[in-house]
Nanobody
């Protein structure tokens, strides 16, 4: 059974940092891309970042330069380091994958992903 479990969310002041983790199990982790989505209250889900099976990162424009995605294939975990956080980054963050995607084409399209974690809340206060 494919499982994705996020952790690391919390409350932080604007300008602060958080590191999110996505622990994966139930599939051959090395073979697949992993993406991060977020959803704020009253807003649609949006793709934040993606990392291919080969470790190539992709970012939404608004987080480029502030967020860093990485993966540790020995730990079956993807990380999202978030620096210089802004109130508009407040959302539930979820990691996602699909059992046919090793790369990140148009990673911001949610319907292409088969598996979603339960999410972790990130709140940035001003």
């Amino acid at each position: 059974e494919v499982q994705l479990v996020e952790s690391g969310g919390g409350v932080v002041q604007a300008g602060g940092s958080l590191r999110l983790s996505c622990a994966a199990s139930g599939f051959t982790f090395d073979d697949y891309a992993i993406a991060w989505f977020r959803q704020a209250p009253g807003k649609e889900r949006e793709g934040v970042s993606c990392i291919s099976s080969g470790g190539v990162p992709y970012y939404k424009d608004s987080v480029e330069g502030r967020f860093t995605i990485s993966r540790d294939n020995t730990e079956n975990t993807v990380y999202l380091q978030m620096n210089s956080l802004k109130p508009e980054d407040t959302a539930v963050y979820s990691c996602v994958t699909a059992m046919y995607l090793s790369s990140c084409p148009r990673f911001g399209i949610p319907f292409q992903y088969d598996y979603w974690g339960q999410g972790t809340q990130v709140t940035v206060s001003s």
